[in-house]
C-alpha cells in the first residue's frame, strides 16, 4: 500500500509531490496524459503571463533569458522538476474510480491500452485539473469536425474564415496570430465592451486591429447555430448570417468533479467548489486532500500555477504533523 497518491502531474500535483518528498514522504503520481498535460496543450507560441520565479515548484529556480517563459520552456521546467526530484509518475494511467477502504482508498485504473489495475493508498491527494472540459456552446453544429475548443496555431487556418467565440486572452492571442497568416477573422464575444483582464501589452494591439478592420469585432453578440460553410449570429438584436470555415470555441474550461464527488466529497451545487479547509487542504473525507485548480470549483481562474503551487506544502505539513 503507497502512503500518498496524487492523481494528476500537473504543476501543482508535481509540486505537492515534491513537497512530500522532501517532507520524508515517496508519493506516486498517476497522470492520464503526459507531465503537465494541460501546459502541452497550450498554443504552441504561448508565453506565460507570470515571471519564471511564480512558476517555480520544488525549490528549484526557473532559469530562463525571457521575462515572461514560453510554453516549451515550461515543459522543459516541469520535466526536469520532476527528473531531479526523482518523482515516480505513472504517466497514460486514468484512475477511473475511488473507493475508500478501512485502511484508506483503493483506486482503479486504465491504462493506455485498456488494461485495468488497482492501487491502494492511505492518503489521496487530487490535484486534477480542467483543461479536459471545455465550456460548450450548446447549439446546433457544435459536433462538427471544423469546431474546435482548442487552439494551437495560426498556420492551419491560413488565408480562411474564421470565427472565435470568447474574448479572453486566449482568444485574443489566437485572434492576433490568425490575422499574421492572412485569416479573416470574427470573435463573437458576450460582453459589451474588451475585457478588463486582457494583458496590458495585448490590448492596444487588438484595438488598432479592430479600428483598422483586420479584426471584425462583435460585441454584445452570440453564436446561435454553425453549419459546414456559414454560422448564425446573433447581435445587435437582430440575427445574421456569415461564411464561415472554422470555428474556435474559446469559451474556457471547468474541472472535473467526479472524482471528489464519488470519494464523499461535499461539493458546493451553485459554485462547484469543494469542502476543504484552506490551511491544510483537507477535504471532509478523511485522508483526501485536494491541490491546484481542482479546488476553485466553476472559477478556475481563481486558482493558477502561482497560488496552486502553495498547495502541496500545506499538505506536507499536514500529513507530517499527524
Not at 532559469?63 to 526530484?85: H, S
Not at 518523482?87 to 493506455?112: C, K, M
Request: charged share 25%; with cysteine.
Amino acid at each position: 500500500m503507497e502512503q500518498v497518491i496524487i492523481i494528476g502531474a500537473g504543476p501543482c500535483g508535481l509540486s505537492a509531490a515534491a513537497e512530500l518528498k522532501e517532507a520524508g514522504l515517496d508519493p506516486l503520481v498517476i497522470e492520464k496524459g503526459s507531465i503537465v498535460h494541460s501546459i502541452y496543450r497550450y498554443p504552441t507560441y504561448l508565453t506565460f503571463h507570470s515571471t519564471p520565479e511564480l512558476l517555480e515548484i520544488g525549490g528549484i529556480p526557473f532559469v530562463t533569458p525571457n521575462e515572461k517563459p514560453t510554453r516549451l520552456e515550461g515543459l522543459n521546467y516541469y520535466r526536469m522538476v520532476a527528473e531531479r526530484k526523482k518523482l515516480r509518475i505513472r504517466t497514460y494511467e486514468e484512475v477511473t474510480a475511488i473507493h475508500r477502504t478501512d485502511q484508506g482508498f483503493r483506486l482503479s485504473l486504465t491504462d493506455r491500452l485498456g488494461r485495468e489495475s488497482c492501487c491502494e493508498a492511505q492518503h489521496v491527494v487530487i490535484a486534477t485539473g480542467y483543461f479536459d472540459h471545455p465550456n460548450e456552446l450548446n447549439i446546433p453544429g457544435e459536433e462538427l469536425a471544423k469546431v474546435s475548443h482548442y487552439y494551437t496555431e495560426a498556420h492551419p487556418y491560413a488565408g480562411l474564415k474564421i470565427v472565435i467565440v470568447g474574448g479572453n486572452n486566449s482568444a485574443m492571442d489566437a485572434a492576433l496570430e490568425l490575422v499574421r497568416v492572412g485569416a479573416e477573422v470574427t470573435i463573437v464575444y458576450r460582453g459589451a465592451e474588451l475585457s478588463p483582464y486582457i494583458k496590458a501589452w495585448t490590448r492596444p494591439v487588438i484595438e488598432s486591429m479592430m479600428e483598422k478592420k483586420r479584426i471584425r469585432m462583435l460585441f454584445e453578440s452570440e453564436l446561435k447555430e454553425i453549419r459546414e460553410d456559414a454560422v448564425r449570429i446573433a447581435v445587435d438584436g437582430q440575427e445574421i448570417w456569415i461564411d464561415n470555415d472554422f470555428v474556435l470555441a474559446l469559451t474556457g474550461f471547468k474541472p472535473n468533479r467526479e472524482p471528489l464527488v464519488q470519494a464523499g466529497v461535499t461539493v458546493n451545487e451553485q459554485t462547484g467548489a469543494p469542502l476543504y479547509d484552506p490551511e491544510t487542504m483537507r477535504t471532509n473525507v478523511p485522508g483526501l486532500y485536494i491541490a491546484g485548480v481542482v479546488a476553485a470549483g466553476n472559477r478556475a481562474n481563481d486558482i493558477f500555477i502561482e497560488t496552486g503551487r502553495h498547495h502541496g506544502r500545506l499538505i506536507a505539513r499536514d500529513l507530517t504533523s499527524h
